[in-house]
Nanobody
C-alpha cells in the first residue's frame, strides 16, 4: 500500500467549483492507475475519474464534461477540477491507486486509499 493524501474539499452552492488534490509518490503517479472516487451518504463508493501514465482512462458518465483529472509530476500531485457542481456530487471523495490494469468498475480491487475529503454541494 502507498500513502495518499487528499485536500481541497469544502462546501459550495450548485454551479460552483472545487479543485481536489492528492499527493502521492512520483513513481506511483507515473506508473500506477490513479483515480478519484466518491462515497455519497447511504451509497456505495463509485468511480469518478481514472488515469494512468499520463493518459485519461475513464470518466463517470455523469461527470464527463464537468470534471477534469490531471496531474503534476513535479509536484507529486494528482488533481480533480470539478466545475458546475450539483447536489448529487455531495460525498466524501477519495483518491486511490492500484497497479495496472485499471479496474474502473471494481472499487474493492484498489489497494491504496487516502483518508478522503468532504465535498458538500447545496441547492
Amino acid at each position: 500500500q502507498v500513502q495518499l493524501m487528499e485536500s481541497g474539499g469544502g462546501s459550495v452552492q450548485a454551479g460552483g467549483s472545487l479543485k481536489l488534490s492528492c499527493t502521492a509518490p512520483q513513481y506511483i503517479l507515473k506508473g500506477a492507475c490513479m483515480g478519484w472516487f466518491r462515497e455519497a451518504p447511504g451509497k456505495e463508493r463509485e468511480g469518478v475519474a481514472v488515469r494512468t501514465g499520463g493518459i485519461i482512462v475513464w470518466y463517470n458518465y455523469s461527470e464527463k464534461g464537468r470534471f477534469t483529472i490531471s496531474e503534476a509530476n513535479a509536484e507529486n500531485t494528482m488533481y480533480l477540477q470539478m466545475d458546475n457542481l450539483q447536489p448529487g456530487n455531495t460525498g466524501v471523495h477519495f483518491c486511490a491507486a492500484e497497479p495496472p490494469p485499471c479496474r474502473v468498475g471494481e472499487t474493492t480491487a484498489w489497494d491504496s486509499w487516502g483518508q478522503g475529503t468532504q465535498v458538500t454541494v447545496s441547492s
